[in-house]
């Protein structure tokens, strides 16, 4: 018995010499995308099915059990953007990529795309391998190419699969990542006014991702006349819905006034709420405040602190921080080895204040050496 061949869909057909796609499939991936036919709000964290085209003719006999997995994979998947992109006043957690890959995997097509988008892998169940992994597989496996290509491939796969999505579906989550791409130029050509045209559709459906782009937008003046006031406007409006790099942002703009009057009170309440939902940007914010005394009083231990937890998240800058910190024993006890070992990790990540303190260090300890000096010698060699 011949089946739809649209992806991620698998229903029997009536005959061999008929549509190759299904009833609910013609338009594709209606069915597929919101559970159960189409919804009437798609804001975030609204899991609510309105049935508007249930189709109650499935020729299995199973429809229900299936729209309820269908359900459930879009769940999975709204719930994984929540914990990775710290959505929805939530709490920032890696572990919302593997449930990402996992709706991915279970076949739900805007969680495919996305895995396309970003490079996360599909493999088996709740498994997320690296790009270092996955080529050693192709490679094995015959099938290697260079990464510039399947990384064109991928996008291009990527861009694809949303155009349809939006289309036929008309997702907020399918117009951001739409969004995205002609930013980016990912799968097709740049086109700033395109990509604020798809972030104010997803804006209007309260996806609060698409708010904090086209803030930027405004402020940068790309796609749209510059703006720095409607650009923190849209921040704030994002923030206000507990998205928590739009509170960083907001943050920012009350510390260099941007776009609104400058408020250091301000600015370190929304770093204080922005790191609390886990932004490691906010952290390193957050830490300069204490290092300064901006909006607060200042304490050099709680700066270091939060110096530290943004820099093991992987925030380059906070590297640095923690590198001078440990260089001139700020909210620390003064170690150079440490300091060397965390300017080194900075600049691995480009940080050009990082490359130029290692080559401060580096000249400091050659002068060292010249007089004789045992310890710099030491620091030279290792």
Known sequence: MPICHHHGCRRKLPGFNGPTRCGDCRPPLLHLILGRGSITSHTPGNNDDTDVNRNDGDDDGNSDSKRKTR??????????????????????????????VESAAAGFPMAVAHCHLTGLKQGKKRKWETDINYKK?????????????????????????????????????SQVLLGVCYYKGYGTKKNYTKAVEWYSKSSEQKNTVAMNNLGSCYQHGKGVDEDEKTGFQWYEKSANLGNSRAMTIVGKCYQFGTGVTKDLNKAFEWYTKSTDQ??????????????????????????????????????????NAVGICYEEGQGVAKDLNKAKEWFTKGAAQGDAYSQNKLDALKEWFTKGAAQGDAYSKNKLDA
């Open 71 to 100: 359900s459930s994979n879009r769940r999975l998947y709204e719930k994984g953007l929540t914990q990775a992109m710290g959505l929805n006043f939530q709490k920032e957690d890696t572990g919302g990529q593997l449930m990402i």
């Open 278 to 319: 886990g932004d490691s940007f906010a952290m390193n914010n957050l830490g300069f405040c204490y290092r300064h005394g901006l909006g607060v009083d200042q304490d050099q231990t709680k700066a270091f602190e939060l110096y530290e937890q943004s820099a093991l998240l992987g925030v380059s800058a906070a590297m």
């Open 137 to 173: 597989r192709r490679v094995k496996a015959g099938k290697w190419e260079t990464d510039m290509n399947y990384k064109k491939r991928r996008l291009k796969k990527a861009f694809k699969m949303l155009v349809t999505i939006e289309k036929e579906a008309h997702y907020h989550w």
